[in-house]
């Protein structure tokens, strides 16, 4: 499953699902190279705390994408370097937060798929609370533990598990659609530009 998403971009995922789950833009990749394809460990923290993402990284199973909803609070950073470096040695694929992170320069070297909002210079409160392995809903979509996340430098996309195959399939059907569209269009120079418009126009 999770290979066959990574060779999907997250637009042909969103093109079939009608883009009713597509997270809300304002979550950019911190580089536009991250592609990630994983199942989702949500955590639900108070405001402006980070505590309980240690617990989600050490409840993680490799692969796992952490998405965390940070409730859009733009000072506290849910992670640094470090604590990114924990999730990123025990295996977890990425970070998705609808809140911010910090040690940007260093995070950069980790080369570890992060997500968010933006960035911050203070570290989250560590008070408690928090909850591991709840429904949250982050960007305007609810996302249950273990839905697909999928995020490329277009965005973030989530699959609900129940769905992913039917998302999958439908998904590269479209993909092979838009090479054959290219192809007819694109394949001939102004001409065949001329022809496919012609055609679509003509309907
Ligand atoms: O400890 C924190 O809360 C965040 C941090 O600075 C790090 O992960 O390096």
Do not use: C, W
């Not at 699902?17 to 394809?37: M, Q, W, Y």
């Not at 210079?121 to 591991?132: L, P, Q, R, S």
Request: hydrophobic share 45%.
């Amino acid at each position: 499953m999770q290979q066959r998403l990574l060779g999907i971009p997250t637009t042909a995922i969103s093109d079939a699902t009608g883009g009713h789950t597509n997270i809300d833009g304002s979550i950019k990749p911190l580089s536009n190279h991250f592609k990630i394809a994983g199942r989702a460990l949500t955590v639900r923290l108070p405001d402006g705390e980070n505590g309980a993402v240690l617990e989600a990284i050490s409840k993680a199973q490799e692969g796992d994408v952490i998405v965390i909803d940070a409730k859009g609070n733009m000072n506290r950073a849910v992670a640094g370097d470090f604590v990114i470096s924990l999730a990123k040695g025990l295996g977890v694929q990425g970070l998705v937060v609808n809140g911010v992170i910090r040690d940007i320069e260093a995070v950069r070297a980790l080369n570890f798929p992060v997500f968010s909002l933006g960035t911050t210079v203070a570290a989250g409160f560590k008070n408690g609370g928090g909850t591991v392995g709840v429904p949250i809903a982050i960007g305007g979509v609810a996302i249950q533990p273990g839905d697909y996340i999928i995020g490329d430098m277009d965005g973030v996309v989530v699959v609900p598990n129940k769905d992913v195959e039917q998302v999958i399939n439908a998904a590269e059907a479209k993909m092979q659609n838009d090479e054959l569209r290219e192809s007819e269009a694109l394949s001939g120079g102004a001409s065949s530009i001329r022809a496919y418009l012609d055609k679509v126009l003509a309907k």
